[in-house]
């Protein structure tokens, strides 16, 4: 399969924790890495690999990953998480890569 | 700290082929990287068009293949993308972006332009 499925929308509280999900047959075989979009701006990397942050990430974020579903969880959501996330990973394939349809996260 | 600078044209008419450019500055163009081209429609989300490693080496969108060419300038430290005969759907904004990677094991797109909008209409 291609295809990388995620909850199109979440919410959480200020504070509060949550978990963004992606699910995909080639996640057994590749990590994936997730990306934070506001609006108007270009992605950025937020999680990569088994759970690993570019410098400037704050450690709120963290990634984690079992069979077919990467996760993605924000441990003390703030005001400036809310975003657009999008995991992304190559395919089963191994030759090409799939987005995730992006999970729109507002912080209550 | 690397960056990434693409231009193009930003209007296009039915047919036309769309041409854009990614040119990479203040850092390395060689090494294990994938250059890669994504774009995303109006509110909708993110569109994996196709990539070139450091090889030389192209994927693309199955969807797109027939239609799209990446190309590198090592020379200029340029990154192209071709999309022929467009019509509205590939009204979209495009961004390059950069994603280091050892055999199977990918390091995450750490580096994206600035996105071009691109929007074809008669």
């Not at chain 1, 270009?42 to 410098?55: D, F, Q």
């Not at chain 2, 231009?7 to 994938?34: D, H």
Request: hydrophobic share 30%.
């Amino acid at each position: 399969s291609s295809e990388l499925t995620q909850d199109p929308a979440v919410s959480v509280a200020l504070g509060q924790t949550v978990r963004i999900t992606c699910q995909g047959d080639s996640l057994r075989s590749y990590y994936a890495s997730w990306y934070q979009q506001k609006p108007g701006q270009a992605p950025v990397l937020v999680i990569y690999g088994k759970s690993n942050r570019p410098s400037g990430i704050p450690d709120r974020f963290s990634g984690s990953s079992s069979g077919n579903t990467a996760s993605l969880t924000i441990t003390g959501a703030q005001a400036e998480d809310e975003a657009d996330y999008y995991c992304n990973s190559r395919d089963s394939s191994g030759n090409h890569q799939v987005f995730g349809g992006g999970t729109k996260l507002t912080v209550l | 700290q690397v960056q990434l600078q693409q231009w193009g044209a930003g209007l296009l008419k039915p047919s036309e082929t769309l041409s854009l450019t990614c040119a990479v500055y203040g850092g390395s163009f060689s090494g294990n990287y994938y250059w890669r081209w994504i774009r995303q429609p109006p509110g909708k989300g993110l569109e994996w068009i196709g990539e070139i490693n450091h090889s030389g080496s192209t994927n693309y969108n199955p969807s797109l293949k027939s239609r799209v060419t990446i190309s590198v300038d090592t020379s200029k430290n340029q990154i192209s993308l071709k999309l022929s005969s467009v019509t509205a759907a590939d009204t979209a904004v495009y961004f390059c972006a950069r994603e280091l990677a050892s055999r199977d094991y990918f390091y995450g797109m750490d580096v994206w332009g600035q996105g071009t909008t691109v929007t074809v209409s008669s």
